[in-house]
């Protein structure tokens, strides 16, 4: 990846995987941005949306003024297909927690695109980046009970459930649960290392 946390804490950032590349957001991304997010079905299990135009515009404005942070703590990234340079969601990584290492991510795709790894692909160049990157030491995620398709993708980057929270937030007017997952920095490092073949 090439963005390092050095002494210019604005370096933008790109984070390349297998098929993707995890990009600093611009304001050119706003038709992008807006395909996903005034989809009521992408955003059942979120605490926004559906989005307005005008959701979108402060959405990006935010990602945009987190990059003037110094040091800078919060990542909102556009997802982009390597092969087409195709906007297909967002995602984030934020570290509001410095003093104990600890950051959580989260993530957001297009319709198009579920069911086809690339959730699992994004949360693991998050994940990566966080440790070898920013170095922390604990990353979490969370996701409603009813988001099966989100626990997998968190299941699958090697985070282990730690709990349930109960009715901790009220979203869209109602009271939810959520789950919490999270790996630490030597979980990551051990699952990275190669295994002997016998």
């Not at 050095?6 to 050119?28: A, C, N, Q, W, Y």
């Not at 919060?74 to 982009?80: D, E, Q, R, S, W």
């Not at 410095?98 to 198009?112: A, F, H, K, Q, S």
């Not at 009970?145 to 282990?160: D, F, I, R, Y």
């Amino acid at each position: 990846m090439s963005a390092k946390r050095t002494s210019d804490k604005r370096t933008l950032v790109t984070i390349p995987t297998g098929r993707l590349v995890l990009r600093d957001l611009e304001s050119k991304d706003l038709g992008a941005v807006h395909d996903y997010s005034s989809d009521p079905e992408v955003v059942r299990y979120m605490d926004w949306g559906p989005n307005t135009d005008e959701d979108d515009k402060k959405f990006l404005e935010r990602a945009l003024a987190a990059r003037k942070e110094n040091p800078r703590r919060n990542f909102t990234l556009a997802i982009v297909l390597k092969d087409t340079n195709k906007l297909i969601g967002s995602c984030g990584i934020h570290e509001p927690n410095p003093v104990d290492r600890e950051g959580w991510i989260g993530y957001c795709l297009n319709r198009r695109y579920w069911r086809q790894g690339f959730g699992t692909e994004t949360a693991k160049g998050l994940v990566n980046f966080g440790f070898n990157s920013l170095g922390l030491h604990r990353i979490f995620a969370t996701c409603m009970p009813a988001n099966t398709a989100s626990a997998h993708v968190l299941e699958k980057t090697g985070m282990q459930l730690e709990g349930r929270l109960r009715q901790h937030r009220r979203v869209k007017g109602k009271w939810r649960d959520s789950l919490v997952y999270a790996i630490l920095d030597q979980e990551w490092q051990n699952q990275r290392k190669p295994t002997n073949v016998r």
